[in-house]
């Protein structure tokens, strides 16, 4: 057994108790499910949580494949917003298609042209370049202009998209943008910005997308916004902002919709910030310095729908903090120095649909602080996928590093695999050197005995964090019972560590005090003692439990009906069918089985499609 079972066992049980502690899913027509399964769509059929996202159509409906990312909160809301204006342009967008010849007259060599779009990407520009006032989207991407003049668009007036990305822009002037009253689009992003003036944008009265990340500023003003009544998406990722204005930011933006504020240097959230946004919706502040909140920093955001203040420096949260944001199904506070969460928390956000704490130790973690959320569909208290590669790939290569260093230094451990029995030294030959001994001392005793005492641990310790909340959470039934099974779980995982461990200590122990172990002592300890607690983990952490005995039934049951419908022919049944549903955990007087559950066909049932994100980059 090495160190590396104890990352799989803490990994795989920690994420299958945060699994087990979220409430029951409920189906669009009000069909309850119960722990451990989701509903397939709008039909009463409930299916084991394995069966979510597995590629496979489980459902008959491709339910299961549904919402494998977390969409709750900002794509619904950007749809919404978006949705009406596409619809606007779709006539539009379609005569331009077909209109593939320029219509914008003659324009530069290092440029191309199709309708009244002109494209000049990538042409080495210095600057601006002179074409037809009647063009309607300029693309000037990844050039190298390094600053725009006053009044360099002002006969551009029927211009509605400007893409100024990837340049080298350091200054712009307060008239740079003058004469551009139906500019829809402006894209700003990677360049060297460091200062907006006031009434930059005085003239854009219809713009509505706003992008300015991945710049150099370090100071934004409400005056600078001046004029943008139609703005609708604001983002200013990756800048050097560290404060906030002290007057309302969204005085001259009253229909934003969307402010994504994500990796400046921002330290305080002031209560009259926000105060002028009542149609916000979205609002990311990810990867700042934000070390407190007051109570009311978001009081008047009461349209929010999505607030994202993850990997800051927050340690401690207001009692009432989101008590004005009824509106509000998604909330991410990862990755901050969190220690302690009021009990009534979350009561006043009861739509919330995703809640994401990853990366936050709670030490008063406690069932009653997710009671009033039913309509929570995703939590996570996971690690990033990155991450968990990161970590697994770091053990493999300690891995090799362990194995490798016999063989670095010959004269230090000489023949080290070849004077142990079976190649694992159990025991010692003569000929072993002391740097040999030494060596296996280490790795066999010390390290196998630190992983065998972290994982008591860390087995201790769940149990006794499910005790303690199962005492809190008076609501739960039957706890005393449930600890028993999770308590008999962990036993044996912990008896079948002992068992592939034990041995070991004992017989390198007889070998440091020069008894004489018999070679099939080795072999039998070789071949039979050690892969105990490989081959057995497979059915401690999966065949024993409850949703994969659920989830044979469920395929068992699938094939019986596929076959059933094969041997009637090309016949469609419409008749219903039924499915036997296993409540867990078990309420108190029930018995093992519910009543049927009627289930439509699934032939029959519509599909449900997820809305079409719009990419504000194309």
């Not at 669009?28 to 499910?33: E, L, V």
């Not at 597995?54 to 409906?61: A, F, I, V």
């Not at 009542?278 to 009081?299: A, D, G, W, Y």
């Not at 996570?380 to 990161?390: D, G, M, Q, V, Y």
Request: net charge positive.
């Amino acid at each position: 057994m090495t160190s590396d079972c104890c990352f799989y066992m803490v990994l795989l049980i920690g994420t299958k108790a945060i699994c087990d502690s979220l409430e029951d899913h409920v189906s669009g027509n009000g069909f309850r499910c119960p722990l451990g399964y989701f509903p397939c769509g709008n039909i009463t059929k409930c299916l084991p949580q394995q069966l979510h996202c597995n590629g496979e159509d489980d459902c008959g409906n491709w339910a299961d494949e549904d919402n494998c990312e977390d969409n709750n909160g900002w794509s619904l809301q950007f749809d919404k917003h978006t949705k009406e204006k596409y619809n606007k342009l779709k006539t539009l967008y379609a005569f331009q298609i077909k209109t593939l010849e320029c219509l914008a007259g003659a324009v530069p060599a290092e440029c191309t042209c199709q309708g009244l779009e002109i494209f000049c990407d990538a042409a080495k520009l210095r600057a601006v370049p002179s074409v037809s006032s009647n063009i309607t989207i300029m693309s000037l991407q990844r050039n190298l202009l390094r600053k725009l003049s006053a009044d360099i668009f002002k006969k551009h007036q029927d211009l509605k998209n400007l893409y100024l990305q990837n340049n080298k822009i350091r200054a712009v002037s307060e008239r740079a943008f003058k004469g551009l009253y139906n500019l829809t689009k402006l894209y700003l992003s990677n360049n060297k910005i460091t200062i907006l003036k006031p009434g930059v944008f005085e003239d854009l009265h219809r713009l509505e997308w706003l992008i300015i990340e991945n710049n150099r500023i370090h100071r934004i003003s409400p005056l600078t916004f001046y004029g943008l009544k139609s703005l609708i998406l604001l983002e200013m990722m990756n800048n050097s902002l560290s404060r906030l204005p002290d007057k309302p930011l969204c005085q001259f933006m009253p229909r934003l919709n969307w402010l994504d504020l994500e990796g400046n240097h921002i330290h305080h959230v002031r209560n009259v910030t926000f105060i002028s946004c009542n149609t916000l919706t979205v609002l990311v502040m990810r990867q700042n310095k934000i070390s407190s909140l007051n109570e009311n920093s978001f009081s008047s955001l009461q349209m929010l729908d999505e607030l994202d203040l993850s990997s800051n420096k927050i340690e401690s949260l207001p009692a009432y903090i989101f008590k004005d944001l009824k509106e509000l199904s998604q909330l991410n506070l990862s990755y901050n120095p969190i220690k302690k969460i009021q009990i009534d928390q979350f009561d006043f956000i009861t739509k919330l649909k995703s809640l994401s704490l990853e990366g936050i130790e709670i030490a008063n973690i406690q069932g009653r602080m997710f009671r009033p959320l039913r309509n929570l569909s995703h939590m996570c208290l996971k690690p990033r996928k990155r991450r968990t590669i990161s970590v697994l790939v770091l053990i493999w290569i300690i891995g090799f590093a362990v194995a490798f260093i016999p063989l670095s230094n010959k004269e230090f451990f000489r023949n080290y695999y070849g004077t142990n029995g079976v190649c694992f030294p159990l025991h010692s030959e003569q000929s072993e050197s002391s740097g040999s001994q030494i060596y296996s001392v280490v790795i066999f005793l010390g390290v196998n005995l630190a992983a065998f005492i972290i994982i008591v641990f860390s087995y201790g310790s769940m149990f006794y964090s499910v005790h303690q909340t199962a005492i809190t959470a008076t609501e739960i039934r039957n706890h005393i019972k449930k600890e028993m099974i999770l308590a008999k779980r962990f036993f044996f995982i912990v008896f079948t560590d002992a068992l592939c461990w034990i041995p070991i200590f004992i017989l390198k122990l007889l070998s440091l005090l020069q008894v004489e172990i018999p070679g099939t002592i080795t072999s039998w300890v070789v071949i039979f003692i050690l892969p105990i607690n490989s081959a057995l983990n497979p059915l401690l952490y999966t065949l024993t439990t409850r949703p994969f005995k659920e989830m044979i039934h469920q395929v068992w049951h699938n094939y019986r009906q596929r076959r059933s419908k094969r041997g009637k022919g090309s016949q469609k049944t419409y008749g219903p069918s039924f499915i036997w549903v296993e409540m867990w955990p078990m309420h108190e007087n029930t018995t093992k089985l519910t009543k049927p559950v009627l289930c439509t066909d699934s032939s029959d049932a519509s599909v449900t499609t997820q809305s079409t994100r719009l990419n504000s980059y194309t």
